[in-house]
C-alpha cells in the first residue's frame, strides 16, 4: 500500500481507529483522528497547543469544553445523507469531552493553534452548502470551518462526489508559499463510499512527477496531500464522500491548477 494511504484499524480502547500526526505524516501542520464510539461511551482530550475541529460524521453525542457544553447535538446517522453536519471548535489550551448519545463516528480535525478563539458550536446552519462544478465535475460541498470562520489555521470542508464524476478537478494544487497566488496547505483526505465495498481513484503528483501515485482507496482511508495536484474519481455505481483538512503558515486557500488541464474550466458544455 502507498505511504500515502493510511488505513482504518480496529478501534482501540478509546474508539480511535485512524490517526495520522504532523510526525506520522512528515509533515508540520495537519493531524487527523477518527474515533468510533458506542452508545455511552465517552473519550475526552487536552488540546495542548493545537486547535481542534470536531465533525460528527454520524450519530448525537454530548460535547463539552471547558467552560461550554452542547447536548444531543447531531442529527445525520449517515454522512450520506449528504446534510451538513454538527460541528465544534475547541481552541488550544483546553480540552473536549465526547459521550456518544448514539454510536458515533466523530473526525477530529487538528492544526497549530494560538488560543484566539473561542470554543463553539458549528451548526448545521452555519455550514455553507454550494454545488461546485458542471457535468461530470459537478460536487456538493459543504464548508465547516472555511477562512471567512474564525480559528487559528484550520480549514476544513466536506465533499460529496456522485458516482461517475471527478472531484477536486482540474487538478489543482497548493504546495507553495507564494501569496497572493498560491498558499502552502497541508491537506488530508478522509474517503467514505456509497457502498462500502466500493473503491475510489486519487492521483497525487507533481509537475516534474518526482510525486506521481495513483492510489485505490477504499473506504474509511485516509490520503496524505503534501504536495502536488490531486483529483479524485467516484467510479460508477458508487458515491464518493471525502472529508478535507488543510493547514499551513497562512490561513488561505489560494490554488493553483495544472494548466495541462485547466482549459476544461473554460469549456461551456457538460465535460465528458
Known amino acids: 500500500m502507498s505511504d500515502l494511504i493510511v488505513a482504518s484499524g480496529k478501534p482501540d480502547q478509546s474508539g480511535n481507529v485512524l490517526r495520522i500526526t504532523p510526525e506520522s505524516a512528515g509533515w508540520q501542520y495537519v493531524g487527523f483522528e477518527v474515533y468510533t464510539l458506542q452508545q455511552g461511551q465517552t473519550w475526552q482530550q487536552h488540546t495542548d497547543d493545537q486547535e481542534v475541529c470536531l465533525v460528527l460524521l454520524s450519530g448525537k453525542a454530548h460535547v463539552s469544553s471547558t467552560n461550554e457544553q452542547w447536548q444531543n447535538i447531531g442529527q445525520r446517522m449517515d454522512v450520506f445523507e449528504k446534510i451538513p453536519p454538527y460541528s465544534v471548535y475547541i481552541p488550544s489550551?483546553?480540552?473536549?469531552?465526547?459521550?456518544?448519545?448514539?454510536?458515533?463516528?466523530?473526525?477530529?480535525?487538528?492544526?497549530?493553534?494560538?488560543?484566539?478563539?473561542?470554543?463553539?458550536?458549528i451548526p448545521p446552519e452555519e455550514v455553507g452548502v454550494e454545488t461546485r462544478g458542471a457535468g461530470n465535475i459537478e460536487r456538493q460541498i459543504h464548508n465547516i470551518l472555511p477562512e471567512q470562520k474564525p480559528a487559528d489555521s484550520l480549514l476544513v470542508v466536506e465533499v460529496f462526489t456522485p458516482e461517475g464524476n471527478w472531484s477536486s478537478y482540474p487538478p489543482h494544487k497548493h504546495d507553495r508559499d507564494q501569496l497572493p497566488d498560491e498558499s502552502y496547505l497541508e491537506e488530508t483526505y478522509y474517503h467514505k463510499i456509497n457502498p462500502g465495498h466500493g473503491f475510489a481513484v486519487q492521483r497525487v503528483y507533481t509537475d516534474d512527477r518526482s510525486l506521481d501515485e495513483t492510489l485505490i482507496v477504499k473506504n474509511g482511508e485516509a490520503v496524505l496531500v503534501p504536495k502536488g495536484y490531486h483529483p479524485v474519481s467516484a467510479p460508477p455505481g458508487y458515491e464518493l464522500y471525502y472529508l478535507n483538512v488543510m493547514a499551513g503558515p497562512v490561513r488561505t486557500w489560494k490554488f493553483h491548477n495544472d494548466p495541462d488541464h485547466a482549459w476544461v474550466m473554460e469549456r461551456k458544455v457538460t465535460v465528458k
Open 93 to 121: 489550551d483546553d480540552c473536549y469531552r465526547i459521550e456518544a448519545v448514539t454510536d458515533v463516528e466523530v473526525a477530529v480535525c487538528l492544526a497549530p493553534g494560538r488560543g484566539t478563539t473561542a470554543a463553539r458550536l
